[in-house]
């Protein structure tokens, strides 16, 4: 049988220090010899039982000074037929010869047993003497009967015939290959290797010429490089690094909104025009997931690319309750969306719209850490990277008009002459699916349902709340600075006034310089704080309230492109409003265009900016009373579902912009 016992000259090494076993006391103490110094020590079997349940302790072989046989440590299963049938035979002999307990292995002693097994398991050609001494040996010194398994993986020579040089050579010729195309061959290399040895011949005596390799031992050595090398030719050190790195557990949260993902990234369908049924291409979504419970906290979805309005857009939507009714096409949200609250810490890339004062300012105001990851280092943010795969392959790819994750997936399927979904009946199906399905569905990494982790952890760490929408508004206004004139304050083309800026003038005189904070998502009103007050906020209304009201920044820097390029005065406010009936003319024009660009680009001019349902279900009917800046642009928030008018879209020429 296999294994080791505390037995006279029985070797074993205890902590690093090297003894063998001299005697065995009646009491069962071991007597043992440092193998060093000679210094005898006395153990207790007990003590030595325990150091080798701990690790301490290891047994070795008889012969102590021999290096010790690399055993073949892999399951049995894996062998083939043929090895583990030799491995049965072998152990035939072997536990034959034991169980005779045969003081002296000789060939009088040995064969006879040989010579029975042989008949036993019907062995033609039984082994000799010298091999059943070498297998008996074997066993002695290892106390395994892994021994006996046949290494012929270990027979040939173990390093290669060819010169070092012609190795130095053939990682040159690797290196200049896959430097000049990424797709290099391996005859690329063989051919490139042809070269430089020629190249080294023409320096070399003729008795120290280079041998050049055949093709198929250029193969056979660009096989022996590691599967790290070879990417780094093909895709790069920072891929092969990403590809071959180990992940560790990841980042650790304990409660809900302790840490949030964000990241934006392409919806692989398309999406057609309200109005025209055209295809617009496909949104870019913006996502806010809690990494504790991998519940969607907010979104933003629009046209609009990855800007810093998504993302403020999609912020304030995680932070408000959600609020939502019956879709116009009778789609219900069945199941509560119980999340909301401010993060203590948001995870981002190193994208721009991260780095800037509106995201700077957002998170001064209300106590939250940005921090960044490493560069081309997704894996940072797992949670929302892996989310928003989820959204694509398992929601978006079975919609109509899916563009698939790669081209060459789509086959003879085309996603634009499929398209049926507008951005709202989008947006209607996604919430949907979040909240009725996804929401509910067991999570893998989790073990329970994100929806039952996120309301576990509300209950003992209920979320954080702002003051009210008024100050969520304000905290994530834009802040800028300007001075304060007697036709009140400019902002982008933009004249405010008010009873407050005729209070700060008389108070500070005309020229002060005052901050003033912008709602990117609405033009009409600013707030602006006192100059030696940290706590006074006044509001201050457009002059020109009916066309700044609703209106985004993005859409009136279009309006004051086109007013510029007619060769009009920016703040002539009748120029505007002709501006924009010019604009809507020639939508109808181009609505209609062939070209995918143009109608991408009205989409992403005429799409409003994310609002809560909570925000947008407070507003009063006569706040979005009909008015020439809102029918000229059709503008309504996309998140109210109800009978407003829906969104339309509009282009500029190129050259406008």
């Not at 629009?302 to 999609?314: D, R, Y």
Request: hydrophobic share 35%; aromatic share 8%.
């Amino acid at each position: 049988m296999n294994g080791y016992e505390f037995l006279k000259n029985c070797r074993f090494d205890l902590d690093d220090i090297l003894y063998v076993v001299r005697q065995i006391n009646p009491d069962q103490s071991v007597v043992t010899e440092r193998i060093e110094t000679g210094e005898v020590t006395v153990f207790q079997r007990e003590a030595l039982l325990r150091s080798l349940t701990l690790g301490s302790l290891k047994f070795h072989g008889d012969s102590w000074h021999e290096e010790p046989k690399k055993l073949y440590s892999r399951p049995i299963d894996e062998l083939k037929d043929s090895i583990r049938k030799e491995i049965n035979r072998r152990l035939e002999y072997v536990s034959a010869i034991r169980e005779e307990a045969l003081s002296v292995l000789t060939p009088q002693s040995v064969m006879p047993i040989c010579a029975v097994v042989a008949d036993r398991i019907g062995d033609a050609a039984p082994p000799s003497f010298t091999t059943l001494y070498r297998w008996m040996r074997a066993f002695y010194q290892c106390k395994t009967f892994r021994i006996l398994i046949p290494r012929h993986d270990r027979r040939g020579p173990r390093s290669l015939y060819q010169p070092n040089r012609v190795i130095e050579l053939f990682q040159q010729a690797a290196d200049q290959a896959f430097s000049k195309s990424p797709q290099a061959t391996v005859k690329a290399v063989h051919d490139r290797l042809f070269i430089l040895i020629e190249d080294e011949n023409s320096l070399r005596p003729l008795g120290q010429q280079l041998k050049m390799p055949s093709q198929a031992t250029t193969y056979r050595l660009f096989n022996r490089i590691s599967q790290y090398e070879k990417t780094v030719w093909r895709e790069g050190k920072a891929a092969a690094d990403r590809k071959f790195t180990i992940s560790g557990p990841g980042a650790v949260s304990t409660r809900i909104l302790e840490r949030v993902e964000v990241d934006h990234s392409p919806i692989d369908v398309f999406l057609v025009d309200e109005r025209t049924g055209m295809p617009l291409g496909r949104p870019m979504l913006t996502m806010l997931v809690d990494h504790y419970s991998r519940m969607p906290l907010g979104y933003h979805v629009g046209f609009n690319g990855a800007s810093a309005l998504a993302v403020t857009s999609a912020i304030r939507h995680a932070v408000l309750p959600k609020i939502y009714t019956t879709s116009a096409d009778g789609l219900e949200i069945i199941k509560p969306w119980p999340c909301y609250g401010i993060p203590q810490a948001i995870i981002v890339d190193n994208g721009i719209e991260f780095h800037g004062l509106i995201l700077d300012h957002l998170a001064l105001n209300f106590g939250i850490r940005i921090l960044y990851c490493p560069k081309r280092e997704p894996r940072f943010k797992g949670a929302v990277e892996r989310y928003l795969k989820t959204i694509n392959y398992s929601f978006v790819h079975l919609l109509p008009g899916t563009s698939f994750a790669r081209f060459y997936q789509r086959g003879d399927y085309d996603p634009e002459r499929n398209a049926v979904l507008t951005l709202t009946q989008f947006k209607n199906i996604f919430e949907k699916w979040m909240i009725d399905e996804y929401a509910h569905t067991v999570h893998r990494g989790l073990g329970t349902t994100p929806f039952e982790k996120w309301t576990s952890s509300a209950r003992t760490n209920p979320p954080r709340l702002p003051q009210s929408i008024d100050r969520l508004i304000e905290e994530m206004g834009m802040p800028l600075r300007r001075s304060l004139r007697h036709d009140g304050i400019v902002v982008y083309g933009l004249h405010y006034a008010g009873d407050a800026l005729a209070t700060i003038m008389r108070r500070y005189g005309e020229g002060v310089r005052l901050t003033v904070l912008v709602d990117h998502a609405d033009m009409g009103k600013i707030r602006l704080c006192e100059p030696d007050s940290n706590e006074a906020v006044h509001v201050a209304q457009a002059n020109e309230f009916e066309y700044a009201n609703g209106l985004t920044l993005e859409q009136h820097k279009l309006i004051k492109a086109e007013v510029r390029a007619q060769g009009q005065a920016a703040v002539d406010i009748e120029a505007l409003y002709a501006a924009k009936r010019a604009i809507q003319a020639y939508i109808s024009e181009l609505i209609f265009s062939k070209k995918h660009s143009k109608r991408r680009q009205g989409a992403r001019y005429a799409s409003k900016p994310e609002r809560s349902f909570a925000d947008s279900s407070e507003r009063r009917p006569e706040d979005i009373a009909s008015h020439p800046a809102r029918d000229a642009l059709n503008i309504s928030p996309p998140l109210v579902r109800n009978d407003r008018p829906r969104l339309q879209t509009f282009q500029m020429r190129k050259g406008a912009l």
